[in-house]
């Protein structure tokens, strides 16, 4: 009953063997082998997009950083929710690598930015000249923090604003796999034709050991994202390894099938916490991710049964036994209905 | 024949045997699991260091940076050699990283520090009060640059001007093994019972995929480098594939027996590149590194057999068929005698 | 009638007698020389701190970015109020010479912190480990950036946060002098006795060209801005120009007085402006700022008749006449009764 | 008798009879006014280039390392002369501002950058793809730091090096002044029209408090400029001030003949040097500045009779009487023929 994180689990088989598979022999270094050039080639396909320019890193940080600050100036502000990853939970490495960017906390319902929200906070900027910082990316998280995810009409008016501002559009991707098998659409879709510039297309949090995708649909700030990586120390010299999990986790829909999965056994737990009278439901889940309240009596039950997940607000083993307290259930590929129903029933009481 | 560079190699079977162990079901993220608790354990206990503080990255470019930004301040100069790796193959790494300190270069012969040089150029900071760079950390590369491989004696003559001047004293081994192998030391002995205070213990170079550790002798400055590896987005969150790596690789002198392998087909190389006439080494290898010249022809005719080594200066395609070229061989610890001997043959003509 | 900013008005006399009068053939520069450390006591024992480091710089932003940066990590969030120039009109100065920490915003009436919301979001932080930022310094403005100012009490509270989590408290103090003016207390009372541990000291503000004086209290990082400052580019090399300048404003309270002179010039404004059926207040100004509304038709009226002011929103040149439209008005040490006086026929129509 | 740098002298009278008129009413702040636009003006015309953006900062380092961020990128190298002043008396402030690029040290005899040398130099990099730090700017020193000056010739060698790899050349002038007198040519001569395309034009260390201007002479980077200005906290808000003091240095030639008295006091101390058997000059002097070799004796009969000066190496206080110590002499405007010729005496002995 594990349900702490999407990068605690395991990595899926065919993952494995892809790495080992990989493992014959020399291979150039750099990202100059075979392998990284078809997986690169292999993205570009996924996301219809033959000229974008494609970079492999081995965390989500990196790959968001590294891309803000090839599309940020060190005197901008970046555009995000107040609850996004990049502000909370980096440690400033969006202001690291961008050379000191500020960022501005856009609010919004669910987890996202609300445009309208977004637009009069451009509007309140570069109108004071060089003292105020300069308007930046915008950069939003779909599946969001919190599970949600924004609709095509949504990330098109996030990019109708980025557009009327000439701002580029990033998409910070941890799960995009989860917010697509959501949308059912493809790839491309959710990106560069709602308008997208850049996203992270993560993996390590969907079956991967450690690796993300960075797409940039406009290659022009191909080589400066190459140097930053270098720079930043994120250029793997045995680059095939981050190639043969990315090739694996495309191959046969793998990506959307696990992301499926997670999604299935979350909608599982969902129903199941939805029949129980005593849990509240903070957001409408429809990825991997629940955020809930339920009483201190019942997360101690479960966290004696030996349940894993995160109780986001004081302290569970010590308080009234009725006070509800948050969690949160993030489900991986690897989830089992069995301990999806364990989980119910020990919640049940 | 793939005499290019270590990291072109495979991961040793042991290595890949360890990672699908380590791949079962759940495991507490970002270094909190126990596989890692236990492999910077094993590493403390390697070094005979109970005390450090350890910590496991996946590239030598960011155990180096962090590391060396932990010690420096930014109005600091870094000393080190002027082929250091951090100074020329980094892409300003370190000065990324430390927020702009600056790096001065000490010449010595065979790739090595002279003690007295350097000396001599920090002497030349600190009298200029705020005006001038601010003495900092010291960083000498083990096994270094060129393969060559600084003797107890000699790392204890850096040591001792760096603790007449206060300064911390890095030993950037992303090679370590290899020179620990020609030493026939402890890793204790070449490190902090030397002086040294900070080691990058590198792995990725001799049969690893993508794991290096940092030690820091004195865990004074831990908290700092978590909180830099974190915003220098190096905290990986499935990071018992990081201890998986390491644990193996400690485990039955691995690390030492590939380090000693990749060592001894360098020493046949070597052997044979002696009894030819045409060649002359530029060092006297004592690792897994050559550096000679031969001539067009001869770079022309490996070249054509399909051979893989780097020609450091000059187009070995076209010009006078007798003029001498530079070369770099590396052994890894995957080279076979057969490659060997077979190079050696098509460079004898 | 120019209520534009406290930055447009003149020098004070006195201090262009005190740049002529030092200007007497040669002295160290650097700030060795005597006028500067004579300057620099006076300071100290203005502040009653007599081991406090001084420094003085050109400007605020220099003065307060280098300050903050002397006190936070760059891997901090520092924190200060919503309408903080340090965080609105800065073009991300102190982000950039703290090497990337965040900004916390903080709201509270009256342009001031409200203590409990500084606390919830100082609590928000340094729960998720090496993840998010780490707790930095907290930034009141005393006189605040709309004009009101910090009660010694109020400073206290904030203070008393402060000391609850350990994290320094800076004041930048811009406009110092006519917060003192309100308060009528003494300024080691307003800062190191109400729990201040550095503060920007402003002059340009107040009668100066171009000195601020930064001021720790605690000692501990003096050579550590001595160095920020050199690496800033801001360590003056004919320093005594910048001490003259202080100095003569320290003499006979001439420092006190312009800032009297411009507060009671605002109570002459204000007075008028009550009497003024049309104009709304938006705070009760107590030092040299007043954020009012009153009609388009007056704001054109005023322009015409040359009157030069911020209009903080909207377009007063077009639009219904009897829009209400925001103003900000700033008096300065060189206002005359008979500027205000016209200002307020004018307005009344 | 001060000679100890041209930074420890007087405001000329007239800068600070300018000072002095433009302390008038209300101006607009942060550049906006009219004395600064005109002197702006002034400046282009000075240097034939209409096109050119123009800025004021107060100190030669922020000049020259704002200049330098605004031409590289961080990943870049900066080329200089070995003893640059940018790289050994800032503190690593091109370092911190750039965000971290490195300075690549040529040689040259005189302090001069040898062309064929920063040919070679820069040969080597760019030869390793994202691994080494990229060419980024050419920055030389006019007059250098050793008193000597690049003939026009010289420059153009420079810039033609520069434009066969298409980059930047960067002039500190800090005494450019003192250079074109000595040339003799005018300053777009010693300038754009000999391939330099950005140059710090220094003031203060000829007359003026703290101003020098910098002259982009390709306008397309002239908004970046100003934003790395603001956030580097060096747009002034009393910016008439830096005005004034600049306009009056153009004004009748003022700079130009400051630059020749202090030229003439130089070769008068020169000419008082050559006739004494003991003195042996480093360099032959051109401007002013005089590097050479006395007896520790004599440096000793010196500073007893209160000459100031800097002398470079060795304890002068004790030691061997006959001992050589090199020393360095500065005169500025306001040095007198009576102190040279008494100095000159005192040596003699």
Known sequence: MNFASDN???????????LINANTGYALPYGK???????????RNLFEAPDAAVFLVSLGTA?????????????????????????KDECNAPEFYSGGAKLTLVSGPDAKMNSDNLRNLILKEENRGAHGPQRGPISLT??????????????KNIASVAKEFNLPLHMDGARFANALQTLGCSAAE????????????????????AVEAVILFNPKHAWEFELRRKRGAHLFSKHRFLAAQMQSYLASDLWLNLAKKANQSCARLVKGLKENSEVQLDFEPVTNMVFAHWTRASHQRLH????????????????????????????DWSATNED?????DILRG
């Open 190 to 209: 959710m990106t560069w034709k709602s308008g997208v510039d850049a996203v992270t297309f993560g993996g390590t949090k969907n079956g991967l050991m």
């Open 304 to 331: 004696a049964a030996g349940a894993q997940y995160y109780v986001l607000a004081g302290d569970y083993t010590t308080g009234p036994k009725r006070e509800m307290l948050p969690a949160r259930l993030v489900t």
């Open 8 to 18: 605690t689990g395991p990595v899926h088989p065919k993952v494995m063997d892809a």
């Open 142 to 155: 779909q599946t969001t923090e919190r599970g949600t995810v924004y609709s095509l009409e949504e990330i």
């Open 340 to 344: 999806v129903d364990k989980f119910l």
């Open 33 to 43: 082998d075979d392998l990284t050039k078809q997986t690169l080639q292999d993205i």
């Open 63 to 87: 790959a968001n950083s590294i891309a803000l600050a090839t599309l940020a100036q060190p005197w901008d502000t970046i555009f995000c929710h107040t609850l996004a990853h990049i502000h």
